[in-house]
């Protein structure tokens, strides 16, 4: 089976995704994530866990210095970026990682891009800050563009879709031409359905079983399903750090059905789901799972089928 392998590019470099799935591991550098005994954040730490993560197997660090809690404590640009710029900057120093920042600020992105971060992972979809596409372009930095409506605060209040699958494509369509007609190509995007944001449990179960839809857009596609509350909801469990094998249900289905790229907070265990669910979507017939042109022949199928070590397709 023949799946597209897209070219995604990003300050100092690019790669192809659509073989092997990749994981990002979270990173939060705020103080109450790592500190050091008392209320102020220590850089050291947040480290460690960017290198166990490292170990574990993931492929791109997300560093973010401000929570996505509804409710949560506003933080100013300038403390944000005191909290992930030096992390940044030691993270990329000792390791060739991939490094994306998690803001919505254009002035918290410019910076981490200038401390050693490739990518910007804006959960507001460029909507936030009117700067970040100026940012992006004159960075030369790739984005991960997520789906969300309103705002962290308000995003609840709107799950009413009369056709989700087709309301975000149309969003991420919407942005990506925006995107280009300021001169940002296409291919310095990563698309992201925005699990948990302005949707209801059910339809974060949708999004995960139909991921494969938004590959149509011909750009790689990550999800974060990690210990997120639509896994409470289905394993009436409270504790999201008991929603690790809920997570690794999630991610690989996300998988199976197309996704690129996961992230996660627990690497080790993601990085196995991802890799065992995509050594079975290796080997299923392609008319099973891929509506993207590739209409592969048995023996052309069969021909094209990575053993499940290589983790890989063949192009
Ligand atoms: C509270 C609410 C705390 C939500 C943390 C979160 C995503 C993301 C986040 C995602 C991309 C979390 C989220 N989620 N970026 N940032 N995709 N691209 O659970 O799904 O980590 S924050």
Request: charged share 20%; proline share 8%; net charge negative.
């Given at each position: 089976m023949r799946v597209e392998k897209l070219l995604f590019r990003f300050r100092g470099g690019e790669r192809r995704f659509g073989g092997r799935p990749v994981v990002m591991g979270i990173l939060n550098v705020t103080p109450d994530s790592f500190s050091d005994g008392g209320d102020h954040f220590a850089p050291e730490r947040a480290l460690a866990h960017a290198r166990d993560m490292i170990g574990a197997g993931a492929e791109i660090i997300d560093v973010g210095?401000?929570?996505?809690?509804?409710g949560a404590a506003p933080v100013s640009a300038r403390e944000e970026a005191q909290r992930v710029v030096p992390v940044i900057r030691a993270l990329t120093a000792e390791s060739n990682v991939l490094v994306s920042v998690d803001t919505v600020k254009a002035a918290v992105a410019e910076q981490a891009v200038a401390a050693g971060a490739a990518i910007i992972n804006d959960i507001s979809g460029l909507h936030a800050d009117p700067r970040m596409l100026d940012v992006v372009r004159d960075t030369g930095a790739g984005c991960v563009l997520m789906h969300m409506r309103g705002?962290?605060?308000?995003?609840?209040?709107?799950?009413?879709?009369?056709?989700l699958i087709e309301e975000i494509c149309r969003y991420f369509r919407k942005t990506l031409r925006a995107a280009e007609a300021a001169g940002v190509e296409r291919d310095r995007f990563i698309l992201d359905p925005g699990i948990g944001f302005s949707k209801t449990a059910e339809q974060n179960l949708v999004l995960l079983a139909r991921c494969d839809e938004f590959r149509s857009l011909g750009r790689p596609i990550l999800v974060g399903p990690s210990r997120k509350s639509f896994i409470g909801a289905v394993l009436s469990e409270p504790d999201p750090r008991r929603r690790i094998f809920g997570t690794a249900a999630a991610t690989a289905c996300a998988v199976l059905h197309g996704a690129d790229i996961v992230r996660v907070h627990d690497v080790a265990e993601m990085r196995h789901a991802a890799l065992v669910a995509a050594a079975i979507r290796n080997w299923l017939p392609p008319s099973h799972l891929?509506?993207?042109?590739?209409?592969?022949t048995t023996e052309a199928a069969a021909g094209s089928v990575s053993p499940p070590d290589s983790g890989g397709r063949k192009a």
């Open positions: 210095g401000e929570s996505s809690r509804p705002t962290p605060q308000t995003m609840q209040q709107y799950t009413g879709y009369d056709d891929y509506a993207d042109g590739a209409h592969a």
